[in-house]
């Protein structure tokens, strides 16, 4: 018997016994953003499998005010965090190594790897492409990312990791909001060691 992701509705997570897996975290508007088109931003976090994780973000509200680029193929880019997109970052507890992930709607995505606190930047090479799936519906959208865990050399094999994520939200009128699970003081900063507010082990523990 398999259950649903239930944000998105279509990807199985396992069998009953997988409950326990499946998680949803609210994304908080930065207290300088302001944001008319969206009322709330949930994340529903998934782990399948130890070496994969589902990400499916749950944004409600009136989504025809909400500048979406059209469905394109899902290739590589750069910059997608200047527009609506959704973030993840994905570190290990015992290293400040991380990984950045954009998902933009359009399911252009990209991926970046930093040694330490925005220092370090590359581009991810080793990691390929994410599946993402694009819903619309009349109250919102859902972006559904998986990642291959097993696909970031750069954290260590085992132990614990530390999530961040995180959305950013472009108005058709222009204005830009930021959304994260924790914000540290001042302006939006998604990389700070604050936002990396989820913790889940890398392998499963006994």
């Known amino acids: 018997m398999f259950l649903l992701f239930s944000g998105c509705g279509e990807e199985p997570i396992g069998s009953v016994g997988d ?12 207290p300088d953003s302001r944001c008319v088109a969206v009322t709330h931003i949930d994340v529903e976090i998934a782990r399948p499998r130890a070496d994969v994780l589902l990400l499916c973000y749950i944004v409600s509200g009136k989504i025809s005010d909400v500048r979406m680029p059209p469905l394109t193929a899902a290739v590589r880019s750069d ?31 990209a991926a970046y790897r930093f040694s330490g606190y925005r220092s370090g930047m590359c581009v991810a090479d080793e990691v390929g492409a994410p599946s993402i799936d694009v819903r619309p519906n009349p ?26 994520l995180a959305a950013v939200i472009e108005e058709i009128k222009g204005d830009i909001s930021y959304w994260a699970l924790v914000h540290p003081p001042g302006k939006p900063d998604f990389h700070h ?14």
């Open 79 to 109: 910059a997608l965090w200047r527009h609506t997109c959704f973030e993840a970052f994905v570190g290990a507890s015992s290293s400040a190594g991380y990984y950045e992930f954009n998902f933009a709607p359009s399911r252009q995505w």
């Open 19 to 30: 409950r326990k897996r499946l998680m949803r975290q609210a994304l908080r508007l930065h």
């Open 139 to 164: 109250d919102g959208c859902t972006l559904q990312a998986k990642l291959d865990l097993h696909r970031l050399p750069a954290l260590p094999g085992r132990g614990s990791r530390r999530l961040g």
């Open 193 to 206: 060691p604050d936002c990396f507010a989820h913790e889940f082990w890398a392998a499963a523990q006994p």
